[in-house]
């Protein structure tokens, strides 16, 4: 496997110390859903203003060193008529483009999916870096019921997980390679140990054999938890101590960084699991950060209710969320 110079530098400096990433790539019906669920309208021009109130906030740079974006937003100018990208780039923070199209029925595989958008995606990444954007994002899902997932689902999504990430390193673009076991569902934490496992190893192996440089993209995986209908919640440290666990057993340390998924955690929680994580001792071999969707911007959102004269109140609830999943990125937070 070569390694891509330019590629791990800019994977390197997404996860410099204390810097994670803001997952910000909503598709537009997802960003709706959120939006109405708070009685705000979802408008071109609401999410471009929702977006601007996120990626403008005073002194996120020091916590945030990249955003996810999506095809609206990418192409979006902010208020004062520069892009959004741009405004992000001025910042000191890299842009990045999310490039699955959805997950879609698996054929043959009752009840579960699979991540597409493969078809035409080299002209699709040619044209994301064109437009400024440096990493990319897909993401696959797996649902953890009796037998599920199979052994099929798990190897059709993690071939796509490779060919998109070697897809994006031929196109100059580091891919964050997204494999999500979901937290709905009544499993035990054991259940989901050992489900992460055979997911990771099944998607490095595909990796491996696509020749995709581990220097040069950065893992997003879930944490290990309980279902959310479990009735045996697992403790903080039961969390950190069995996701670590599953990474050490199967993800390479030549990966610069794992980005974790807030996957529907309550976004103090969220900052207590990644603190927990980087406070265990053994070795850690790759920076331990987060790429929160949910986590970062559910309370912001709640504040900012699409009105102008929220946007300051809803930049420091950022900026505070932002700050405080930093400090856990080093293993400092304190509550
Ligand atoms: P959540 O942190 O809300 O799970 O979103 C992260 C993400 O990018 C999901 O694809």
């Given at each position: 496997?070569?390694?891509?110079?330019?590629l791990d530098?800019?994977?390197?400096?997404?996860?410099?110390d204390?810097?994670?990433?803001?997952?910000?790539?909503?598709?537009?019906?997802?960003?709706?859903?959120?939006?109405?669920?708070?009685?705000?309208?979802s408008t071109s021009d609401?999410?471009r203003?929702y977006?601007?109130?996120?990626?403008?906030?005073?002194d996120?740079?020091?916590?945030?060193g990249?955003?996810?974006?999506?095809?609206?937003?990418?192409?979006?100018?902010?208020?004062t008529?520069?892009?959004l990208l741009?405004?992000l780039?001025?910042?000191g923070?890299?842009?990045?483009?999310?490039?699955?199209?959805?997950v879609?029925?698996?054929?043959?595989?009752?009840?579960?999916?699979?991540?597409?958008?493969?078809?035409g995606?080299?002209?699709?990444?040619?044209?994301?870096h064109e437009?400024g954007?440096?990493?990319?994002k897909w993401?696959a899902?797996?649902?953890i019921?009796?037998g599920?997932?199979?052994?099929?689902?798990i190897?059709?999504?993690a071939?796509?997980?490779a060919?998109?990430?070697?897809?994006?390193q031929?196109?100059?673009?580091v891919?964050?390679?997204?494999?999500?076991?979901?937290?709905?569902?009544?499993?035990a934490?054991?259940?989901?140990?050992?489900?992460?496992?055979?997911?990771?190893?099944?998607v490095?192996?595909?990796?491996?054999?696509?020749?995709?440089?581990?220097?040069?993209?950065?893992?997003?995986?879930?944490?290990?938890?309980?279902?959310?209908?479990?009735?045996?919640?697992?403790?903080v440290?039961e969390?950190?101590?069995a996701?670590l666990?599953?990474?050490?057993?199967?993800?390479?340390?030549?990966?610069?960084?794992?980005?974790?998924l807030s996957?529907?955690?309550?976004?103090?929680?969220?900052?207590?699991?990644?603190?927990?994580?980087?406070?265990l001792g053994?070795?850690?071999?790759?920076?331990?950060?987060f790429s929160?969707g949910r986590?970062?911007q559910?309370?912001a959102?709640?504040?900012?209710?699409?009105?102008?004269e929220?946007?300051?109140?809803a930049?420091?609830?950022f900026?505070h969320?932002?700050?405080?999943d930093?400090?856990?990125?080093l293993?400092?937070?304190s509550?």
């Amino acid at each position: 496997m070569p390694t891509m110079p330019g590629l791990d530098q800019t994977a390197r400096a997404i996860v410099a110390d204390g810097k994670g990433i803001l997952a910000a790539d909503e598709t537009v019906s997802t960003i709706t859903k959120r939006l109405t669920a708070r009685a705000i309208e979802s408008t071109s021009d609401s999410r471009r203003a929702y977006r601007e109130m996120l990626f403008s906030a005073p002194d996120i740079a020091a916590f945030i060193g990249g955003v996810i974006l999506q095809d609206e937003t990418i192409r979006q100018d902010s208020s004062t008529g520069i892009p959004l990208l741009e405004l992000l780039v001025g910042r000191g923070i890299i842009p990045g483009i999310k490039v699955d199209t959805g997950v879609h029925p698996l054929a043959g595989a009752p009840g579960e999916f699979v991540a597409e958008g493969l078809d035409g995606l080299r002209a699709r990444l040619e044209e994301y870096h064109e437009l400024g954007a440096r990493f990319a994002k897909w993401r696959a899902v797996f649902i953890i019921r009796d037998g599920l997932p199979t052994a099929k689902c798990i190897h059709a999504n993690a071939h796509a997980l490779a060919r998109y990430a070697a897809l994006c390193q031929e196109q100059g673009l580091v891919p964050i390679v997204e494999p999500e076991v979901l937290m709905e569902g009544a499993h035990a934490l054991e259940q989901c140990e050992d489900v992460t496992g055979r997911v990771l190893q099944a998607v490095f192996n595909e990796l491996f054999d696509a020749r995709v440089s581990l220097e040069g993209m950065l893992l997003k995986p879930n944490m290990v938890t309980a279902g959310l209908r479990c009735a045996r919640q697992a403790s903080v440290d039961e969390v950190a101590e069995a996701t670590l666990r599953a990474l050490t057993r199967h993800v390479p340390p030549a990966v610069p960084g794992v980005v974790f998924l807030s996957g529907g955690q309550d976004a103090v929680l969220a900052t207590e699991h990644l603190n927990a994580i980087n406070a265990l001792g053994g070795p850690k071999p790759w920076k331990l950060s987060f790429s929160y969707g949910r986590a970062l911007q559910d309370e912001a959102m709640e504040v900012w209710q699409g009105r102008r004269e929220h946007v300051p109140a809803a930049q420091r609830m950022f900026h505070h969320r932002a700050g405080c999943d930093s400090a856990a990125a080093l293993g400092s937070y304190s509550g």
